[in-house]
């Protein structure tokens, strides 16, 4: 693999049928083995509903075992691939951007929650809810006029059901709601970790100490404060060097590096690999 090579950043548009139609929503079925390779990113929201199947789905490069009854939830930026058994049915609704921040508040939890929780064991119940939902999403879609309103309202009921079934599987949710500080520290971080590196900064920014910021994150995730940087440091580096065209110095520089080599260091210290063998080894 050269060091120009990269992965590429897909539009909604490149999956659409019809050029000349809206493209704020789309609906596909999988049916059968599917295999994406190469690490790529997508620039729309996935809710991804599985009927049955086998194989493996890589998000942010954790790989996620395929099985039956479950959603997996893809945003913009985020890497992926997958490789589905020849048993595989799934549902897939792709969403634009503009579309999903309209009813995103319907997800209850934050967007970093979900991204640390992309794939949800459904009850089939639920899973019969949410796949009357996609079905009828795609009676709509097919309608014309499209009455983009019922779409926007089926949307919210589907991002609800998924939120109540987060909760209810994933302990650490019943932590950010029992301490919300902790769940505006993942936000903060999210937002500033390219600057900011520091747990005094966040601890500051939140009105505690960066002790007790230490504290709560140890006894609640089993982690030191400084990890959760690191880990979206780290998360973001990965990105960056196999669905951009950037040089190593160049990721290094918008990550807040100045110096290549502590960078380099820093990377390898938390892969046991440099930058360029990470990049040549996927």
């Known amino acids: 693999m050269s060091a ?9 548009r490149a999956f659409q049928d019809n050029v000349q139609n809206d493209c704020s929503f789309l609906y ?6 599917r295999y994406i390779e190469k690490p790529h990113k997508h620039d729309f929201f996935v809710f991804l509903l599985i009927e049955k199947g086998s194989g493996t789905h890589s998000i942010d490069f954790i790989d996620y075992k395929v099985g039956a009854h479950q959603i997996h939830l893809l945003f913009p930026d985020q890497v992926h691939r997958w490789s589905f058994g020849k048993n595989t049915v799934g549902y897939q609704l792709m969403i634009s951007r503009p579309a999903f921040e309209a009813f995103s508040h319907s997800l209850r939890f934050s967007a970093v929650l979900y991204q640390h929780h992309p794939v949800i064991e459904l009850a089939p119940e639920v899973f019969r809810q949410l796949l009357y939902e996609f079905k009828s999403i795609q009676n709509e879609l097919n309608k014309q006029p499209v009455h983009w309103e ?10 609800q059901l998924i939120s109540r079934e987060a909760e209810n599987k994933f302990e650490d949710m019943t932590v950010y709601r029992t301490k919300p500080v902790l769940l505006k520290y993942l936000s903060l971080i999210n937002a500033n ?7 005094a900064f966040y601890a500051e920014q939140l009105n505690i100490s960066p002790n007790y910021l230490n504290i709560l ?3 609640h995730f089993q ?3 400084t ?3 690191q880990n979206r440091v780290m998360l973001e580096a990965k990105r960056l060097i196999l669905a951009s065209d950037k040089t190593i110095k160049e990721i290094a ?10 960078f380099s260091n820093f990377f390898k210290s938390q892969t046991g690999a440099s930058p360029r063998q990470f990049k040549e080894q996927l």
């Open 4 to 12: 120009k090579e990269h992965f590429p950043i897909f539009g909604i």
């Open 28 to 33: 596909h079925e999988l049916r059968g083995e």
């Open 150 to 159: 019922i779409i926007h309202l089926r949307n919210q009921l589907i991002a």
């Open 193 to 199: 970790y390219k600057e900011q590196k520091s747990v």
């Open 217 to 219: 994150c140890k006894r």
């Open 223 to 225: 982690v030191p404060a």
């Open 227 to 229: 990890f959760l940087i």
């Open 253 to 262: 520089f918008e990550l807040g590096f100045n110096d290549l080599a502590y």
